[in-house]
């Protein structure tokens, strides 16, 4: 899933914070990336891992730094992987493999919001209550979430 906030324009770095999703243990944090390890194993091929992708250099979270649901990853840029503006790309695996953002068992529910798929990538919705936010390449009124 990406997310981008409403402020950053471009490939800026946005001086709103990512937040956690989740309580981990960051295991990689380079090259816009962060992974955070749910088990705190160490190894990101067993268990639940969570990836945030194009999160900026500066104040991103080291490797080994343990963080609860709501602390600060670091902040959204274009850094890393392929970008053409600031973004956050969120994603999770189990045990190596990707795990779908509306996978029938796991599926990601933020704060309330759940996220409905047609099956293409980067192409669904969010969904809460009688409320859908469909994915959209670009930013308008169509796919504003609110907080």
Known sequence: MDFTPETVQGCNIANEWVTSVTDGLVVRSEDGAVVLDLDRDRYEQTGWTILYLHVDQS?????????ATGDAIGHVSCEGGYSNGSHLHIARRYNGMW????????????????????GNEYDGWLVQGDTQIEAWNGRGEINWVPR
Do not use: C, K, L
Request: proline share 3%.
């Open 99 to 118: 795990i779908a953002a509306d996978h029938p068992q796991w599926a990601y529910h933020f704060n309330g919001w759940q996220v409905r798929s047609t």
């Open 59 to 67: 104040e991103r979270a080291a490797v080994g730094t343990n963080i």
